[in-house]
């Protein structure tokens, strides 16, 4: 239901969608959709593997097949997030598999930012495990001029124990890296229906990357699991996110 989910967000009142492309032909057809529907496509999420060797060039290759689509339509930002070794499963990389996924995030940023694109690294709440050896050796492990940090506060909060206190270490650590901001907001620790206050200080983050002189592409990222509240319809609840996304970071516009 691609057109009619874009006609919603489009209702919502937002004007850019950030999808999960898996080939280049999911970004051709995702094209004439986004303009019927008025929206830009300036970023793009791809998820890689880069942590062995024999997987990492072919996993490359396939992110740029998918870029070079995306750049025809607009698309600035690639944000992606390198596989675990079994996603939801408890095993963790070793330090030969960071060194070589982090060697290989940095050569997909080399790439990308030759055809005038920009890497943006994600991580969910299992990079955060072990002292977040993954997650830290992904930023130390890297030239800033050709990997950037899409911060997803959530994650980080949640891989945290829940700690705002960690996640603002990371904001002072790695907050001039940050060129995509994902907002998702949780209020006990359960995702929340709409973006708004809660759990985390979103109003302090834009305070902070103001200070800095950081204006980071914004992705309002809801999500729902077990626990959180349905008391509207989906354009409702986006249309109360966007009000609320726009004053926080009305600043950035």
């Known amino acids: 239901e691609l057109d009619t989910g874009l006609g ?18 999911e970004i051709e057809r995702l094209g004439p959709l986004l303009k019927k529907h008025g929206l830009e496509m300036r970023s793009l999420y791809v998820n890689s593997t880069l942590h062995e060797s024999e997987k990492a060039d072919e996993s490359i290759e396939a992110v740029l097949a998918i870029a070079r689509k995306a750049k025809k339509i607009g ?7 390198p596989s675990p070794i079994r996603w939801g499963g408890p095993e963790n ?34 990079e955060l495990r072990n002292a977040a ?16 940090l899409c911060l997803d506060a ?58 800095i002189n950081v204006r980071p592409h914004l992705v309002l990222e809801q999500a729902v699991e077990a626990g959180s509240p349905k008391t ?9 996110s966007s009000r609320y996304a726009r004053r926080i970071f009305a600043a950035f516009a």
């Open 232 to 240: 509207m319809s989906t354009v409702e609840a986006f249309q109360k």
């Open 93 to 126: 990389k070793q330090d030969a598999q960071l060194k070589v996924q982090a060697a290989a995030l940095e050569k997909l940023g080399r790439e990308l930012k030759g055809m005038g694109l920009i890497l943006s690294y994600h991580n969910h709440d299992i």
């Open 133 to 148: 050896r993954e997650f830290h050796h992904m930023m130390i492990g890297t030239d800033p001029a050709y990997v950037t």
């Open 8 to 25: 919603e967000i489009a209702a919502s009142r937002l004007d850019g969608y950030e999808p999960l492309a898996n080939n280049p032909q």
């Open 75 to 81: 698309t600035e930002l690639i944000v992606t997030n």
């Open 154 to 211: 959530h994650w980080i909060y949640r891989g945290a124990g829940n700690s705002s206190v960690a996640l603002f270490d990371v904001l002072k650590l790695y907050g001039p890296r940050i060129t995509e901001l994902h907002l998702r907001q949780s209020k006990n620790n359960i995702w929340t229906e709409t973006f708004s206050e809660g759990d985390i200080g979103y109003p302090a983050i834009a305070k902070y990357l103001r200070e």
